[in-house]
């Protein structure tokens, strides 16, 4: 099945400053989304972004479906931005839009 | 707020014995995903529900299995639990299945502890 890389593992910050994170993938891909699980387990919806760039206040995300990455943006962070940041893929040859996921990204964000 | 209810947010129960989960999708969504997120394994894919019928599935245990009504709300049913079970289990859902510009929202999930 198809592969998704995401990196770093960790990051620590602290308030204020900005980070990319970034997704790679093994396949082409139909639909691809950005979630940030925050302390409480929950699971947002950042971006959905198969191509193109978007951007959504502090955070913008790129994808590069040609080359098979994707970036997040998160700019002046702030402390409530701590939490997993997950990349989420369908692949173009599946049948049925199943979100496979990265192992995230987790980042702590010190005041 | 999603709009997708999961139901029990936390559940503890003694191995040997069966739970079942509670999900009820997004207003006009007709699919529903289970996910199952435990420290070591990540964000593993369970089951997928399309209008009732399933759709895929992935790394689900012969001692899970799930439905999805007539109203759309699915359940997932776990049995013969064991200590290994202990786990985040996510209900996501979407308008569609296997169509281009579809989006997955996820519910608060259920906190499910074995002891």
């Known amino acids: 099945g198809i592969q998704v890389e995401q990196s770093p593992p960790d990051l620590i910050l602290q308030e204020g400053a900005n980070s990319t994170l970034r997704c790679n993938f093994s396949d082409s891909v139909n639909n691809l989304q950005w979630f940030h699980q925050n302390p409480w387990g929950q699971l947002i919806n950042l971006f959905y972004i198969p191509s193109g760039t978007k951007q959504n206040g502090r955070l913008s995300a790129t994808t590069v479906a040609t080359e098979r990455y994707s970036l997040l943006y998160i700019s002046s962070s702030q402390t409530t931005d701590s939490g997993v940041y997950f990349c989420a893929v369908e692949p173009q040859s599946r049948g049925s839009y199943i979100p496979t996921f990265g192992r995230g990204t987790s980042l702590i964000v010190h005041p | 707020d999603s709009g997708v209810t999961q139901t029990p947010k936390h559940l503890i129960t003694a191995t040997g014995q069966r739970v079942t989960l509670r999900c009820s999708p997004r207003?006009?969504?007709?699919?529903v995903y289970w996910y199952q997120q435990s420290l070591d394994q990540g964000l593993q894919f369970l089951i997928q529900y399309y209008n009732g019928e399933e759709r895929a599935k992935g790394n689900i245990l012969e001692r899970f299995s799930a439905q999805q009504f007539p109203d759309l709300h699915s359940e997932l049913n776990l049995s013969s639990l064991e200590l290994g079970d202990s786990a985040l289990y996510f209900c996501a859902s979407s308008v569609e299945a296997g169509v281009k510009n579809t989006e997955a929202f996820f519910g608060q999930g259920t906190r499910l502890t074995v002891v």
């Open positions: 207003s006009g969504d007709l699919s």
